[in-house]
């Protein structure tokens, strides 16, 4: 009986501890998002805490004065900041004073801070990518190191900060923190009890990428460990045309020599909170211009098109990666040089494996005609759209007449400088300099958007809501945009002119997905039954845009818009002797299966299950059509961490990126009452 009072007493004292503890300390949940560490070849990058977390007093600043920073007797500090003061500088002024722990940065979408933000704001550097750049002197790769690419741009992704900095994920949070600072200890008279605040975010990896690599690989078969993985996602490519190149005799044709002409974006965002790496701006403006361009151009082409002479395909490519020196860009040159790309089908040809019925011939540098580049290209500051190039040709030069004449709110200007802006057309021009380069961007000699690589490059600031539907500027200067695009490559590849018309419905929505929302209407009709959004709970925010180290959500539902908006629709049985099949209506899993089994001993299209207009509820995947494309996923990591580089590669030489991303165990933060 004694034993049982004692074990009763004992799970009464532990759930009593537990009550009080919670009652102590106002945790942080899920509410917010952590700065994290990244590392290259030679250095260390971003944000940890102390293994058992940073602690400090709870202070608040309106402006830019820290003298309150400065007083000993309360240090240290956490710091919650008005996001309209928040900049790099500020950021590095409390970082030298030694007496911060950690920073807070509330949300500016509600509450207290509704609406304040910076006047500018751009953790990217002035440089952007300076270097991954063709251009080997500092003038060329900042455009002009009196007057750069990125003038607000202050390098807050590329220090080292050794304290946790969190952004508030909720209004009601910050108002919280807000409240405790001025109950407890705003005031010259403030004592202790303060409220305090505990930041826990460390990271497994330091010093560098070729450091955390070797500790990664180093053989322990008793505790194995990781401390950080490469950046690595996949890029995006379709054809217009399929590229079977196996003949009767199980022999593949090549790509004729200057016979492609290849557009490209990018699609990656970056700034140093993790999971809010999402631009409107920059890569979202450029993504749908692209992808409705695509679809233009399918529209403009048909199923048979008539290429003129010189002329054999066009390549859409997305590249991922690319705010970090390339990534994406950089690893389709070194697979084209290397003969494996799209598909490394070397060991298949040697052993004559080719599949009889569709085989890709690989694609390489010498194929490309010319390379279109769709950068930044939002209205906010005007309609301008600024032309660069780089060895201008006829191509080059017809493409700009017929960009001139197609759009009629659209004006286009030649760019004034005689070198092209951060560009992932600067990967190919490394490997071959005489490529014809055209890009579109909103500003001339300098970055139009203030926010670059931000977490304020958002719709609410470049004036986008998507309720307010197609008549908004930005739509329809998007709409005219990706319309005169589609009718100039149009042109370029057939030699023919069409004039497009521009689509501010089909805009509008593609910009609701990418901005606001992935809970979005053309992101269900591009989905198939098993997989986003059904698979996983609601998203009512854009997905992240950043390139991580896995194939993302954004990747997958970019490649099905594009499947969507590219493929053929094909005549679909369920054949009874299927596996699966039954003598019944075929159910949808089985039209599905039927569909992706198609995929099987061919690699000249892709086939997938797409549910499309009308074929989905709150619930799910109703029904749906089989597409074949021609769209194609080719990995996006960087050839140092090949096994067949990395061995012998010299971290420090700059030739291939050497991105990492730091492992951590757990984030958390909470806010309590600190006695002394």
Not at 351 to 365: I, K
Not at 424 to 431: D, T, V
Request: glycine share 6%; net charge negative; proline share 4%.
């Amino acid at each position: 009986m004694f034993s049982h009072l004692l074990t009763s007493l004992m799970v009464a004292g532990i759930v009593t501890c537990d009550r009080l503890k919670d009652s102590i300390y106002t945790k942080f949940g899920d509410e917010f998002r952590a700065c994290f560490k990244r590392l290259n070849g030679t250095h260390e990058f971003g944000c940890t805490s102390d293994l058992n977390g940073n602690v400090g007093v709870l202070v608040y600043l309106e402006t830019e004065d820290i003298s309150m920073i400065e007083n000993e007797e309360f240090s240290p500090y956490i710091v919650l900041i008005n996001p309209e003061v928040f900049s790099g500088a500020l950021m590095r002024k409390l970082k030298d004073t030694g007496k911060v722990k950690g920073i807070l940065l509330p949300r500016v979408d509600d509450g207290k801070w509704k609406g304040k933000i910076p006047k500018s704001y751009s953790e990217d550097s002035s440089c952007p990518n300076k270097d991954g750049s063709v251009y080997p002197s500092l003038g060329d790769q900042c455009g002009d190191v009196n007057k750069p690419w990125n003038p607000v741009g202050e390098g807050v992704l590329w220090q080292n900060w050794d304290f946790p900095i969190f952004l508030l994920n909720s209004t009601s949070l910050g108002q919280k923190l807000y409240d405790c600072y001025e109950e407890h200890n705003s005031g010259s008279e403030a004592t202790w009890p303060l409220c305090a605040v505990e930041l826990s975010s460390p990271m497994y990896a330091a010093k560098d990428s070729e450091t955390c690599w070797r500790r990664t690989n180093t053989i322990n078969t008793l505790t194995p460990q990781r401390y950080c993985d490469p950046l690595s996602d996949k890029n995006i490519v379709y054809f217009t045309s399929p590229r079977n190149s196996t003949d009767l005799d199980s022999s593949t044709r090549t790509q004729s020599d200057k016979s492609v002409v290849l557009v490209i974006a990018r699609m990656d965002a970056l700034n140093i909170f993790d999971k809010e790496e999402v631009g409107f701006d920059s890569p979202a403006t450029g993504i749908v211009t692209f992808l409705s361009a695509a679809r233009t151009l399918k529209e403009l082409m048909g199923d048979r098109p008539n290429y003129k002479s010189g002329v054999e395909n066009v390549m859409f490519l997305l590249v991922h990666g690319e705010s970090f020196d390339y990534i994406g860009s950089t690893r389709v040159v070194y697979d084209m040089a290397a003969g494996t790309f799209p598909r490394n089908i070397t060991d298949r040809l040697k052993e004559e494996l080719v599949y009889s019925n569709g085989t890709q011939p690989t694609l390489d540098l010498q194929s490309i005609r010319l390379i279109i580049e769709l950068g930044q290209l939002s209205n906010r500051k005007s309609n301008e759209v600024f032309l660069h190039t780089a060895n201008a040709d006829e191509d080059v030069n017809a493409a700009i007449d017929s960009l001139k004449t197609s759009a009629s709110s659209v004006r286009y200007r030649l760019g004034s400088r005689n070198i092209l802006p951060p560009a992932s057309a600067q990967s190919f021009l490394k490997e071959r300099s005489d490529i014809p380069v055209l890009m579109l961007t909103n500003y001339d000699e300098q970055y139009a958007n203030d926010y670059f690589h931000s977490v304020y490059d958002n719709a609410q600031v470049n004036n986008y809501n998507y309720s307010y539907g197609e008549g908004q500027s930005v739509v329809g200067h998007l709409a005219e945009l990706s319309a005169s695009v589609g009718s100039a490559i149009f042109t370029l590849a057939t030699g023919s002119s069409l004039k497009a018309k521009s689509n501010p419905e089909l805009m509008n929505e593609l910009l609701n997905c990418y901005t606001q929302t992935a809970n979005c209407t053309m992101f269900k009709e591009a989905s198939t039954p098993t997989s986003f959004p059904w698979t996983a709970p609601e998203q009512k925010v854009p997905l992240a845009q950043y390139i991580s180290v896995h194939t993302s959500a954004h990747t997958a539902m970019t490649s099905q818009i594009l499947q969507y908006f590219t493929g053929d629709i094909i005549d679909q049985d369920c054949e009874e002797e299927e596996e699966g099949c039954s003598e019944d209506e075929p159910s949808l899993a089985d039209l599905q299966r039927s569909c992706l089994d198609k995929n099987n001993m061919q690699d000249v299209y892709s086939y997938n299950f797409l549910a499309g207009a009308g074929c989905f509820n709150r619930s799910g995947v109703q029904c749906g059509k089989c597409y074949r494309t021609t769209v194609d996923l080719t990995i996006a990591v960087s050839p140092a961490f090949d096994v067949d580089v990395i061995d012998d590669y010299d971290w420090a030489s700059g030739k291939y990126p050497t991105w990492t991303e730091s492992i951590w165990k757990s984030l958390s933060g909470r806010m309590f009452l600190k006695p002394s």
